[in-house]
């Protein structure tokens, strides 16, 4: 372990203060220069500025795990638009975007739609997908996604699909007529 326990806190602390979460602290000793990232995320994004006030912040820890005769390299970094949605806030954060979803053996639903609503409760998400012209409403288990995936849009989001992930009554299917911007 190249992060020593009450260094581990400091971090935590550091991180939470930001009002952001720890999402992943990885540790590569296994080269000439040892690795250590941070990764973080919040309800609103990380800013540069934030990353790199927080690498200010503990940049003189890292300077101590290594020792004289070894280099660590500390990176400070967000999620990414790659990571898979594995945790509750993940799907909040989500909301409005567009993900590309794999299920678990034997559960079912859309392989690809726009993140609503979570229901912390029950454990599902709302999820607005297109079939055609036909637009679909689903509640989707959690448990049943073994992967989900923001998939990055470069155009706006259709104006249909967000008036229904606004409309906490919509459900089930039917056909939007009409443009779907």
Do not use: C
């Amino acid at each position: 372990m190249i992060v020593p326990e009450p260094d581990r806190a400091h971090i935590r602390k550091a991180v939470s203060d930001r009002g952001l979460d720890l999402e992943e602290l990885r540790e590569n000793d296994s080269a000439a220069t040892w690795r250590v990232i941070v990764v973080v995320d919040g309800d609103g994004g990380v800013s540069l500025d934030t990353l790199a006030n927080l690498s200010t912040e503990l940049d003189p820890l890292a300077e101590q795990w290594g020792g004289p005769n070894r280099a660590v390299t500390l990176e400070i970094t967000s999620r990414g638009v790659d990571a898979p949605l594995t945790e509750h806030r993940h799907w909040r954060r989500a909301h409005g975007r567009q993900v590309d979803l794999e299920y678990v053996e034997g559960a079912s639903g859309p392989t690809r739609g726009r993140v609503g609503d979570l229901d912390d409760a029950a454990a599902t998400v709302r999820i607005v997908s297109r079939a055609g012209r036909r637009i679909n409403v689903d509640s989707v288990p959690l448990q049943d996604v073994a992967r989900a995936v923001i998939r990055v849009e470069f155009n706006p989001a259709p104006r249909d699909e967000l008036d229904l992930l606004q409309d906490p009554g919509a459900t089930g299917t039917g056909v939007h007529e009409g443009d779907d911007r």
